[in-house]
Every structure is written in C-alpha cells, then in structure tokens.
C-alpha cells in the first residue's frame, strides 16, 4: 500500500476529533440514524473507516464489518480498538483504495462512509464508485454517505469574522482545494451539493437527506465551544429538531441514505 497523507494523523485523530465534544455530537447525529435501520447480523462495508469509532459501534451493535481504509495506520489503529474491546470477531480490515475497487468483494446489506471521506475523490473517481457501489450492495441494502456540502454556514461566518475571505468561500468553488490536516500535509477536497451528489449514483434510489452540522458547530471550532457546555447542549438541541432536507444546505455535513433495487 502507498503511504497514505492520513497516515501521521491516525495517532492524534480521535483526540482531535473523535473525543472532542464536537465530534462526539455529530457523530450521535448519524449513529442514531444508522440505530434504526441496523440489526444484529447486518453485514457492513465501512469505507474511509478512519480509526474506527463507527465500526467498534456497529460491531457492538451486532454488525458484521469489514473496515476499509487507504491508510495503513488508520486501519492498524482500528485493529487495535478492535482488539482491545473484543470485536475482532466481528471486525476485519483490509486496504482499499476507491479509485481502484478490486474484484470479488462481496456484497453486503450496508455500505457506509461518514464525515468527508469521499470528498477526497475527484468527480471522474466518484463516477466510476457510483457505477460500483449498486454491485456491492443486496437487494434493498443501503448506501450512507455523510459528505461535506458545497455551504456551511457556521465555516463561512467564521472565517469572514477573520477576515479570510478565500477560506470562506473554499466550498463554493467546488475544489479541489488543498485541505490541511493539520501537520503541514494537505490533501486534495472536492465539495458536493446534495443534489450534485447524488448524480453519482443514478442506479441508486436516493431516500433521505439530513444535516450533520447546521447548528452543530465544525469540529476545529471546539477549543471554543468545549469550553461551553451549556451553549453545546442548546446547539444540539436545535440540531435534533431541525433535520429536513433543507436544513443539510447550511450544515457541516450532508447526511444522504440511497437504497438499492428491491428483489
């Protein structure tokens, strides 16, 4: 596998991240979506699975998941989370980059990506898992795709605060844009309106489109709103009410549910 420009993050991640009260927040957002439509048995293929928070919970959740990722160090920290909670049983993992699918995968009742992983694929890469994905997926199965959104209203009022109007409107333009990782590594990210997204998969029939972070503040905004855990609970208050279709043209992220042609 080449080395992956995740790699050196994989260490530091969840603390900057995963553990953050942001973090945890917007992940509740789409793990209570996902509560509803899992079940003991379901079989699960996690793409851009990070270091594997949502793979430990679907596997706690009696899920079947194979854990994919383009970064070995990502999948050797999911490995170990694995491990240390005893879900190795129900949690493999395997390199996979999706610009270049390999053959035989199964197929499985969900294929799952979560905050911006695919955000990292060009539209020409995004075409070509959208012809993939349908055959990936059972009769009736699902894709979950959380993405970053071409507008968030929170990123743009921040960094027009700072005046740093480039940073401001770095989603409009679409991208690519060199994001920072946060050690001096860039990596090349596209932002997709919800409906621009879903043209990537016209074999899928796309069922739902939800915010992941419209009153939820970005995650680098938590130095911030850590501190105020009052304000946070009040934020994601509102982000409980406020889960229609229009409301994820504002948000951080776009949570979007495809499902596959029944039997």
Avoid at 54 to 73: I, P, Q
Avoid at 104 to 113: A, H, I, K
Avoid at 139 to 150: D, H, K, Q, T
């Amino acid at each position: 596998m080449q080395p992956s420009n995740f790699d050196p993050v994989a260490a530091s991640y969840d603390a900057q991240f995963t553990h953050t009260a942001i973090g945890r927040l917007q992940r509740a957002v789409v793990q209570d979506y996902l509560e509803a439509k899992i079940r003991p048995g379901t079989a699960v293929l996690e793409v851009n699975c990070g270091t594997g928070a949502d793979a430990l919970w679907l596997a706690e959740h009696g899920c079947t998941v194979l854990a994919t990722d383009n970064s070995a160090e990502m999948l050797r920290v999911t490995a170990e989370k694995a491990r240390s909670k005893n879900q190795q049983h129900r949690i493999q993992t395997q390199a996979l980059d999706l610009r270049d699918l390999p053959s035989g995968l199964p197929r499985f009742d969900l294929v799952f990506s979560n905050f911006g992983g695919l955000n990292c694929l060009s539209p020409d890469a995004l075409e070509k898992l959208g012809a993939a994905v349908p055959g990936l997926l059972r009769p009736g199965g699902l894709f979950v795709a959380v993405i970053m959104g071409r507008f968030c209203w929170w990123e743009t009022l921040y960094f027009l605060l700072k005046n740093q109007f480039k940073q401001a409107t770095r989603r409009w333009r679409g991208g690519p844009v060199d994001a920072p990782l946060g050690i001096g590594n860039p990596v090349k990210t596209w932002y997709y309106a919800p409906a621009e997204f879903s043209l990537f998969f016209p074999n899928l029939a796309l069922q739902t489109v939800q915010p992941v972070g419209f009153w939820l503040p970005p995650s680098y905004l938590d130095p911030w709103f850590g501190r105020r855990p009052g304000l946070l609970r009040w934020l994601n208050f509102l982000e409980k009410k406020c889960r229609g279709r229009l409301w994820a043209y504002g948000a951080d992220h776009v949570l979007l549910v495809f499902k596959s042609g029944q039997a």
